[in-house]
């Protein structure tokens, strides 16, 4: 794999070439900047940017604000490392985002990749395709997370009924009890199968549940013809994605925005 090359297709494929995400979204190319707009409890915000100077990003950057403004969203300016100008996190933030974590866009191909993991015993992979299953996975989301899992609750479930083909959601039971669940995120027409998610709840880290999660969802990925995996990955989930098969390529980081006017 070129990570040069592979990098240059994910921004085209992915970014530049963003598709909708649920019933209610759309994608709209401002200038040099890429949108998304979707309801209050989906993803708002910018995907992509080719931004030449301090005065084109500062102008991008007010006309996002009023644009979300006016419509009461809090939104993401999602950036990547090497996004342009180098400045841009900082004018972000001197414009009232918050920046948070950084994580790591990893991205490998399927057929190199360790497919094989399985859950350990006591834990068997669900699928997530009903209301059901949907708060199961809610459950891990928010003992894994400590955050309240109402919006990924709603946007899952309106992805799931308006486009069952473009995502695949499973939770990992031990019993009846949720401890672990990710989603993945299939944009035809594209070679890449976004892995998302894939939270622990802390009493059953470091038994395998993560891997076997990723190894579950590649296998579904490379079924329905998908060549590449794509995974923001944090501090935690880096070293099990390379031992796994997949490469570091650049660092992305969220920069939120909210409007004064919401809580």
Known sequence: MDPSSVLALFDRELREGARPEGPGARVERVGAVVR???????????VWSGLESAADADAAIAEQIAYFGALGR????KLYG????????????AAGFVAEPVETLMIGEIAGAVLDAEPPEGVRLVPV??????????RAQEKAFGADASRFRS???DRLAADPDAVVAVVALAGEEPVSG????????TR???LWGGGTVPAWRGRGIYRALVSHRARIAAARGYTHLQV????????????????????????????????
């Open 192 to 194: 890449f199968a976004g």
């Open 129 to 138: 395709t009903d209301r059901a299953g949907v708060d199961l996975m809610a």
């Open 182 to 189: 990710a989603r993945m995120e299939l944009v035809p027409g």
């Open 36 to 46: 998304h707009t979707g309801p209050a409890h989906g993803w708002n915000g910018v």
């Open 155 to 157: 946007h899952l479930l």
């Open 232 to 263: 923001d990955a944090s501090s935690r989930s880096r070293p099990i994605l390379q031992h796994l098969g997949l490469t570091p390529l650049t660092t992305t980081r969220p920069y939120v925005y909210t409007p004064p006017q919401l809580p």
């Open 82 to 93: 090497h996004d342009r100008p180098v400045e841009l996190g900082e004018r972000l933030v």
């Open 74 to 77: 809090e939104f993401e300016w």
